[in-house]
T-cell receptor
């Protein structure tokens, strides 16, 4: 079946360092969404990317969708302890009506 | 409060039993999705309903079933429970099928 691969699985950074998580699909995605799940919480929608090569920014977060619409990345500049959590990418394939989630990257920020 | 309500928050039950998880979507959202989250499997899609009709099915076991009622709330029924069914079950809703999802706080099911 279609899968979205996400790396790394875990990332520990010092507060103030940058962080990046990557998602890869073997087939073209219609769109990709990003979610954040705090420890003990539920996934919260961050953003959706639809166009090839699209780049969107939310304060310190930068989201990119690859030209071939097969990969995406989330980059956080100057991490803060409030950034702690698991970041998931999730894509829609073709005419499918549901999101396929990546395995997530668990971010730990050390003060 | 995300606007998606899931009950109960916690459920402990024995193997072989049957349970029902309930979800009320965010006001105005027509799509309801059920996902299972376990430590080694991530977020696995189970089933989707749109305005009362089943729209998509994932790797949902035959022991599991779901429905969406006219008032758009949804129930996920899990029967003949096994230890491996222990997981967090999330309900999510969206306005359409290509919008961001709003997740509920989940039901943590423990089968003993």
């Amino acid at each position: 079946g279609q899968q979205v691969m996400q790396i790394p699985q875990y990332q520990h950074v010092q507060e103030g360092e940058d962080f990046t998580t990557y998602c890869n699909s073997s087939t073209t995605l219609s769109n990709i969404q990003w979610y954040k799940q705090r420890p003990g919480g539920h996934p919260v929608f961050l953003i959706q990317l639809v166009k090839s090569g699209e780049v969107k920014k939310q304060k310190r977060l930068t989201f990119q969708f690859g030209e071939a619409k097969k990969n995406s990345s989330l980059h956080i500049t100057a991490t803060q302890t409030t950034d702690v959590g698991t970041y998931f990418c999730a894509g829609i394939y073709g005419s499918a009506r549901q999101l396929t989630f990546g395995s997530g990257t668990q971010l730990t920020v050390l003060p | 409060d995300s606007g998606v309500t899931q009950t109960p928050k916690h459920l402990i039950t024995a193997t072989g039993q049957r349970v029902t998880l309930r979800c009320s979507p965010r006001s105005g959202d027509l799509s309801v999705y059920w996902y299972q989250q376990s430590l080694d499997q991530g977020l696995q899609f189970l089933i989707q309903y749109y305005n009362g009709e089943e729209r998509a099915k994932g790797n949902i076991l035959e022991r599991f079933s779901a429905q969406q009622f006219p008032d758009l709330h949804s129930e996920l029924n899990l029967s003949s429970l096994e230890l491996g069914d222990s997981a967090l079950y999330f309900c999510a809703s969206s306005l359409g099928t290509v919008d961001g999802y709003t997740f509920g706080s989940g039901t943590r099911l423990t089968v003993v």
